[in-house]
């Protein structure tokens, strides 16, 4: 766990300049907010007890200053909705680039287990999932604390009975809202994995699409996508539901939060303890109160759904290459003697042998064909000689060096192969053609 979270924090270390700039102005942002409500009860307090002339010079005055206040906190805005934005997207770069590289390192048995539809997802979504919990993460924590504890502390100060009857109000409301946040969670998260499906039935049937429109299977392929396509749909709509409970749910908190600061704050304006201008206050606060809220359940989505992706992304991250290079492998230049020695394979432990006991010795210069049905194991033969998989038992050696002891690039380099199924990159055709040797 520890050196899970050591994983997460280090993709801050490049950005900690624009990383402590961003949660200035974030501090900034909330300091401004909890200050403009004491600003209006100033005015109100100068128009209620100044004569016209005082009242005006105070309200121009401090009229002035929360006008200086909202363009300092435009700024600040702008700063953390583009540089922040930003910070979370060179960290998304940054993760995705690795990712990218270590799949790059993955043997070819990896991708016989691993759908390539589910893997783009984990490339894609989780990682700006990822993204968005690096950029908002810190910031919500650090706005949400800052408006819910300055607001009570201003808010005692003022009045501790109306403080403290709203307050209680609290709890009926965060218990209902974190209820809704965690089934649209839930959702969400059932959501993620049907895109993963509809990505994989997508590439499955668009990379067989010659065998489909050959075999006249166009019908069955439109099925086969209408049911993950469906099972994304209720998905979906279920993480829609619960959204509209939320936020209709606090829209109404609100308001029974508004309906019982006018009727209190009317009885204490009455009974004397509070001033008209402290309850224009109070009313303003009541709003500014759902907000931290609000930022903290987006803080638990956010957090939810970046840490799901980071598991999800150190899955991968943590795979080790089935076929590495030993610390003492070489380089070699290949005469071109290739000899089986005993080789067995098979694709799994509980497989049946694709080749046992194999024993074969290729002479420099020598042609040998390889003839059999389809299946019997010719191109997995073929496989073993560059270490696209490694042999089960047995060794397969090259000028009388194991495969094994040289280095995978120099091995492969030595090899030439002539692939079965052609695959075309995206590219011109001399692009392709070049891709055998970019030099």
């Not at 280090?10 to 900034?28: E, G, H, M, Q």
């Not at 060794?395 to 695959?423: A, H, M, P, W």
Request: net charge negative; charged share 20%; with cysteine.
């Amino acid at each position: 766990m520890h050196l899970r979270l050591e994983k997460f924090l280090s993709y801050y270390k490049p950005y900690k300049v624009l990383f402590t700039a961003d949660l200035a102005c974030a501090v900034v942002l909330a300091a401004i907010t909890l200050l403009l409500p004491l600003c209006a009860r100033f005015i109100t307090d100068s128009v209620l007890t100044l004569g016209a002339a005082d009242a005006l010079t105070q309200v121009a005055f401090m009229s002035g200053i929360m006008l200086a206040l909202v363009a300092v906190y435009g700024l600040c805005q702008f700063f953390v909705d583009y540089m922040g934005h930003s910070m979370g997207a060179l960290m998304e770069r940054d993760l995705r680039a690795e990712l990218f590289t270590h799949l790059q390192k993955l043997s070819f048995s990896f991708y016989d287990e691993n759908k390539v539809g589910q893997l783009m997802t984990r490339m894609t979504n989780d990682t700006n999932d990822l993204a968005e919990l690096y950029h908002h993460g810190p910031e919500d924590i650090l706005i949400t604390s800052i408006k819910f504890i300055g607001t009570f502390v201003i808010l005692m100060t003022i009045n501790v009975k109306l403080t403290l009857i709203i307050f209680a109000c609290l709890p009926p409301m965060v218990v209902y809202a974190f209820y809704f946040n965690e089934k649209m969670r839930v959702a969400l998260g059932d959501a993620r994995d049907r895109v993963g499906d509809v990505n994989a039935c997508v590439e499955d049937s668009l990379s067989g699409i010659r065998v489909s429109s050959s075999f006249v299977n166009a019908t069955f392929e439109d099925e086969k996508f209408g049911l993950e396509n469906q099972r994304f749909l209720s998905s979906r709509r279920a993480g829609y539901k619960s959204e509209a409970y939320l936020n209709s749910g606090i829209v109404a908190f609100t308001q029974v939060f508004t309906v019982i600061v006018i009727g209190v704050g009317g009885s204490l304006i009455v009974e004397g303890p509070l001033e008209v201008s402290d309850l224009i206050t109070f009313l303003l606060y009541v709003g500014l109160l759902v907000e931290p809220i609000r930022t903290a359940l987006n803080f638990v989505r956010l957090y939810q759904s970046g840490i799901t992706g980071f598991q999800r992304v150190l899955e991968l991250l943590e795979i080790e290459p089935s076929i590495k290079d030993t610390p003492d492998a070489i380089q070699i230049n290949a005469k071109g003697k290739i000899c089986f020695a005993g080789v067995g394979f098979r694709y799994g432990e509980t497989t049946p042998w694709v080749i046992n006991n194999l024993s074969l010795t290729i002479e420099p210069g020598e042609f040998v064909a390889l003839v059999g049905a389809s299946g019997v194991g010719k191109s997995t033969l073929c496989a073993l000689i560059p270490r696209f998989y490694e042999t089960t038992v047995g060794t397969v050696s090259i000028d009388d060096v194991s495969v094994g002891g040289i280095k995978q690039d120099s091995l492969r380099r030595n090899i030439g192969v002539v692939e079965q199924e052609v695959y075309l990159f995206d590219g011109t055709v001399a692009q392709n053609i070049h891709y055998g040797d970019l030099e």
